[in-house]
Nanobody, 121 residues
Framework: QVQLVESGGGLVQPGGSLRLSCAAS????????MRWYRQAPGKEREFVAT???????NYADAVKGRFTISRDSAKNTVYLQMNSVKPEDTAVYYC???????????????WGQGTQVTVSS
């Protein structure tokens, strides 16, 4: 009854910008942390960024200074602003969340289906 749906992926040129969104919907009571991960071809899924319910953020070294994570709690949505993108940023980007459902079930690392980001000329 809970869904995370990513959007905003696509093709972007090196040095360009892209804004990803992940909207949580369904039987949600509260959301704690929200995160972005990515998985590039032939590589394991890796952490990108996280934002807590208190607004604290953390970034992987590979994206620090280029990506910005933010959230709109009223909309249960997390964003990833990607600036100065590089070809190595090409990956499927997934969001996840730690959340309480209205049925009093606590989900940790509840995953969305992902959105493809391709950085290429």
């Amino acid at each position: 009854q809970v869904q995370l749906v990513e959007s905003g992926g696509g093709l972007v040129q090196p040095g360009g910008s892209l804004r990803l969104s992940c909207a949580a919907s369904g039987s949600i009571f509260t959301i704690d942390a929200m995160r972005w991960y990515r998985q590039a071809p032939g590589k394991e899924r890796e952490f990108v960024a996280t934002v807590t319910s208190g607004g604290n953020t953390n970034y992987a070294d590979a994206v620090k200074g280029r990506f910005t994570i933010s959230r709109d709690s009223a909309k249960n949505t997390v964003y990833l602003q990607m600036n100065s993108v590089k070809p190595e940023d090409t990956a499927v980007y997934y969001c996840n969340a730690d959340l309480w459902s209205r049925e009093m079930i606590y989900y940790t690392h509840y995953w969305g289906q992902g959105t493809q980001v391709t950085v290429s000329s």
